[in-house]
């Protein structure tokens, strides 16, 4: 089989969607650190943790769509990606699914 750009792409595209997760999710905590004495730390880290989830979920799927190994993890990171940028989550999960034949 050959091999096409489309999960080369979708893993990139999902890479980037989900270090930007992260980085919403780490500043979404670090700024409930900063409001610990008015008791706001709970509610900053209940909105950071979802992003911080699915921004890992993202890049291990990217990854795995990079290597072109388990389909089902790089569809679920393509689609995790979708709360960074819906362009980026919903073109990722398009080349994910085009390229589907590619994974082993």
Known sequence: MEK????TVAGILTLIAGVVLLIIGLVWVGLGSAFIPFGFMGLFGAIG????????????????ALKRRIW????AGAICALPAGFILGI???IFVALGKREFV
């Open 72 to 75: 089902g993890l790089a569809l």
């Open 49 to 64: 943790a979802p992003f911080i989830i699915l921004g890992i979920i993202a890049i291990v799927g990217g990854v795995y």
């Open 91 to 93: 073109l990722a999960i």
């Open 4 to 7: 096409t750009w489309k999960p």
